[in-house]
T-cell receptor
Framework: NAGVTQTPKFQVLKTGQSMTLQCAQD?????MYWYRQDPGMGLRLIYY???????DKGEVPNGYNVSRLNKREFSLRLESAAPSQTSVYFC?????????????FGQGTRLTVV | LAKTTQPISMDSYEGQEVNITCSHN???????ITWYQQFPSQGPRFIIQ?????VTNEVASLFIPADRKSSTLSLPRVSLSDTAVYYC?????????????WGAGTKLIIKP
């Protein structure tokens, strides 16, 4: 019962470094999402992918890129990390043809940029 | 997109029924109402979704009045483990996760 798996769980980067956050789901969902959550705030959508091969910008895409590698995997890349990108990142997936639009979330990646 | 307003925090006691009300005055005809729960250091978890009247599942009930300008999440007989942040979201259609606007939610604290 893995659901949505994110790696790594924790990461510290220096300003200017790059990294890729990995996300995989085993529920055969078409839609996948990347969010960030700052302390005391709700989630903000960075990018989403409605299906394999498609990606679209969300509310806060600047400084990020994504790749929908296949139906299972959706990665988020920070090309040049900045302190403002310190946050908790969540990946999620959902199936738009389901009974409801329940989104399943991973455990999150806590990223600190120093 | 309809904006939602919910209390910042609430307290209750074990064994009580808790009702969290969410206001969404600008809800559109095709909007659905969805509630999520989030524990510290975890991703949100779906609780319930509805369009009108009452929806019930194994963990909660969702009451939506006829004008749909508000909704109430009802948690029966809460326990300490129900301490979490609860988010009310409104979005068009059933498949609108990419359009949902997440507010700060309601921090519910259950006391023994």
């Amino acid at each position: 019962n893995a659901g949505v798996t994110q790696t790594p769980k924790f990461q510290v980067l220096k300003t200017g470094q790059s990294m890729t956050l990995q996300c995989a789901q085993d529920m055969n969902h078409n839609s996948m999402y990347w969010y960030r959550q700052d302390p005391g705030m709700g989630l903000r959508l960075i990018y989403y992918s409605a299906s394999e091969g498609t990606t679209d910008k969300g509310e806060v895409p600047n400084g990020y890129n994504v790749s929908r590698l296949n139906k299972r995997e959706f990665s988020l890349r920070l090309e040049s990390a900045a302190p403002s990108q310190t946050s908790v990142y969540f990946c999620a997936s959902s199936e738009p043809t389901g009974l409801n639009t329940e989104a399943f979330f991973g455990q999150g990646t806590r990223l600190t940029v120093v | 997109l309809a904006k939602t307003t919910q209390p910042i925090s609430m307290d209750s006691y074990e064994g009580q029924e808790v009702n969290i009300t969410c206001s969404h005055n600008n809800i559109a005809t095709n909007d659905y109402i969805t509630w999520y729960q989030q524990f510290p250091s975890q991703g949100p978890r779906f609780i319930i979704q509805g369009y009108k009247t009452k929806v019930t599942n194994e963990v909660a009930s969702l009451f939506i009045p006829a004008d749909r300008k508000s909704s109430t999440l009802s948690l029966p007989r809460v326990s300490l483990s129900d301490t979490a942040v609860y988010y009310c979201l409104v979005g068009p259609g059933r498949d609108s996760n990419y359009q949902l606007i997440w507010g700060a939610g309601t921090k519910l604290i259950i006391k023994p």
